[in-house]
Nanobody
Framework: QVQLVESGGGLVQPGGSLRLSCSTSGFTFSAYAMSWYRQAPGKERELVAT????????SYAAFVKGRFTISRDNTKVTVYLQMNSLKPEDTAVYYCKAYRDVEYWGQGTQVTVSS
């Protein structure tokens, strides 16, 4: 059974940091590219960052470049999203996705940036 479980979300003040984790099981993690998406209330889900299966190719949405860092540990079958300099507009539910020939999604973790 495929599982992706996000954690690490919460309430943080503007300028603060959070580290999201996505722990996985049930598929060959090292063969899949991984992405983080987010969805704010009333908005469509948007791509935040992507990392290739071996970690050598990384890309970011323009709105997070320089503030967020995606990484993965294939031995721990986990992908991470380090989020620094958080802004109120980063408030959203954050999801991880695994993809190769199929896609697998997690259930999401809420990130709220507010003073």
């Amino acid at each position: 059974q495929v599982q992706l479980v996000e954690s690490g979300g919460g309430l943080v003040q503007p300028g603060g940091s959070l580290r999201l984790s996505c722990s996985t099981s049930g598929f060959t993690f090292s063969a899949y590219a991984m992405s983080w998406y987010r969805q704010a209330p009333g908005k469509e889900r948007e791509l935040v960052a992507t990392i290739s299966s071996a970690g050598g190719i990384i890309s970011y949405a323009a709105f997070v470049k320089g503030r967020f860092t995606i990484s993965r540990d294939n031995t721990k079958v986990t992908v991470y999203l380090q989020m620094n300099s958080l802004k109120p507009e980063d408030t959203a539910v954050y999801y991880c996705k695994a993809y190769r020939d199929v896609e697998y999604w997690g259930q999401g973790t809420q990130v709220t940036v507010s003073s």
